[in-house]
């Protein structure tokens, strides 16, 4: 069974800084990528971001493109995201998820981390 546990969210002031952590278990990720995706209050989710597992390669949606940076620790099946000059509109609750360009694989989502960015 495939599980993502994600953390690392908090309150932060806009042009802050957060990093998250995803880690997943019960999926061979050799081929895969993994993305990150948020979700505001009222909205759909949405794209945020993706690495490929295996040569790191990595694509932002452009709401985010400079401001996030995504990486991945192979041996501990990790992903992060890196959350730099913060805005109020980045507030979400983010999760990630194996990714098919940059749809969904898992209908199973983890429980998320919630990220606020206000003054």
């Known amino acids: 069974q495939v599980q993502f546990v994600e953390s690392g969210g908090g309150l932060v002031q806009p042009g802050g800084s957060l990093r998250l952590s995803c880690a997943a278990s019960?999926?061979?990720?050799?081929?895969?990528?993994m993305g990150w995706f948020r979700q505001a209050p009222g909205k759909e989710r949405e794209f945020v971001g993706r690495?490929?597992?295996?040569?790191?390669?990595?694509s932002y949606a452009d709401s985010v493109k400079g401001r996030f940076t995504i990486s991945r620790d192979k041996p501990k099946s990790t992903v992060y995201l890196q959350m730099n000059s913060l805005k109020p509109e980045d507030t979400a609750v983010y999760h990630c998820?194996?990714?098919?360009?940059?749809?969904?694989?898992?209908?199973?989502w983890g429980q998320g981390t919630q990220v606020t960015v206000s003054s």
């Open positions: 690495i490929s597992w295996i040569g790191g390669s990595t």
């Open positions: 998820n194996l990714v098919a360009g940059i749809s969904p694989i898992f209908g199973s």
């Open positions: 019960g999926a061979t990720f050799s081929g895969a990528s």
